[in-house]
């Protein structure tokens, strides 16, 4: 039983990345990209993207959920940062993994 164990933990830590990481305004346009990537956003996060800024500055949270990006599930959080002068997001992307602690 605990060769399985590992064998599920290292296999899940093997398909582990790094998150891809956006900083967005707070009318929800990109600012920043991933370091050392041209790429754009993907195009099944813009529909969860104008979801979430659709709803008033005021109650947009913290947002965490489950979509499908070229055919992998993907985590994807959205975290708000309040300042005086500006709003700001940051959204990570990264492939989902079942996490337990025992």
């Known amino acids: 039983m605990h060769r399985i164990i590992e064998a599920v933990v290292t296999e899940i830590t093997g398909e582990r990345s790094s998150p891809r990481v956006f900083l967005l305004d707070g009318e929800g346009q990109p600012t920043v990209w ?12 813009v ?15 913290l947002l965490t959920d489950l979509i499908e990006i070229d055919g ?3 985590t994807v959080r959205i975290v708000p940062y309040r300042a ?6 940051a959204v990570t992307v990264e492939r989902f993994a079942v996490r337990a602690t025992v």
């Open 47 to 61: 529909g969860l993207l104008r979801a979430y800024f659709a709803q008033d500055a005021s109650g947009r949270g």
């Open 72 to 74: 992998t599930r993907m």
């Open 84 to 89: 005086a002068d500006a709003n700001r997001y």
């Open 34 to 45: 991933p370091a050392g990537s041209s790429e754009a956003l993907p195009a099944e996060l």
